[in-house]
T-cell receptor
Framework: AQSVTQLGSHVSVSEGALVLLRCNYS??????LFWYVQYPNQGLQLLLKYTSAATLVKGINGFEAEFKKSETSFHLTKPSAHMSDAAEYFC????????????FGSGTRLLVRP | DTEVTQTPKHLVMGMTNKKSLKCEQHMGHRAMYWYKQKAKKPPELMFV???????INESVPSRFSPECPNSSLLNLHLHALQPEDSALYLCASVSTGGFGRNGNTGELFFGEGSRLTVL
């Protein structure tokens, strides 16, 4: 069964520092991969998606992610953290079979220190 | 129109009540989902409908009853819920037309959710 692993339930960075949130997937066939962000008391917002067109994917709010098949990873980065980036981040994978099942990682809460 | 609309946004119900959550999309998506999200946890898949037929039921208790009356609507009927069922319920939809073709990247579109409190 496919699974998504996010290392680190909490990540704390200083404002202006590099943000790195880790995501690994387990699948013999690379699934479609996504990063979602959730602000307090809100729904899910898509940050970016991997579609196999390019391994480096740029998303909204200055975030990007790199797909590495050899490492089965899809880590999320942002060069310079902003206070408004504080939120919960979920990595997710969509199975490519007919079940259309989207599986979420456990989430990483990003804290940004002034 | 790229929206998934969920109503109501907030619902408070007693354990003996019967209520329903509604979800609507007009993007022509033929797969629709219900997810349950508890505080500080990832969304948990409950049900998937594909072409208006239930394709996945993740062992959800029978007090939750999904219904897909047509390709645009998805309901979740609630009856005899427990306080631990209090959560954010998210609806989502995805295009099923040929992943990887015609710009279909398998992106799920989520509604804002219905926040349910069971007293």
């Amino acid at each position: 069964a496919q699974s998504v692993t996010q290392l680190g339930s909490h990540v704390s960075v200083s404002e202006g520092a590099l943000v790195l949130l880790r995501c690994n997937y387990s699948s013999s066939v690379p699934p479609y991969l996504f990063w979602y962000v959730q602000y307090p008391n809100q729904g899910l917002q898509l940050l970016l998606k991997y579609t196999s067109a390019a391994t480096l994917v740029k998303g909204i709010n200055g975030f990007e992610a790199e797909f590495k098949k050899s490492e089965t990873s899809f880590h999320l980065t942002k060069p310079s953290a902003h206070m408004s980036d504080a939120a919960e981040y979920f990595c997710a994978a969509l199975t490519m079979d007919s079940s259309y099942k989207l599986i979420f990682g456990s989430g990483t809460r990003l804290l940004v220190r002034p | 129109d790229t929206e998934v609309t969920q109503t109501p946004k907030h619902l408070v119900m007693g354990m003996t009540n019967k209520k329903s959550l509604k979800c609507e999309q007009h993007m022509g998506h033929r797969a629709m989902y219900w997810y349950k999200q508890k505080a500080k946890k990832p969304p948990e898949l409950m049900f998937v409908y594909s072409y208006e037929k239930l394709s996945i039921n993740e062992s959800v208790p029978s007090r939750f009853s999904p219904e897909c009356p047509n390709s645009s609507l998805l309901n979740l009927h609630l009856h005899a819920l427990q306080p631990e069922d209090s959560a954010l319920y998210l609806c989502a939809s995805v295009s099923t037309g040929g992943f990887g073709r015609n710009g279909n990247t398998g992106e799920l579109f989520f509604g804002e959710g219905s926040r349910l409190t069971v007293l």
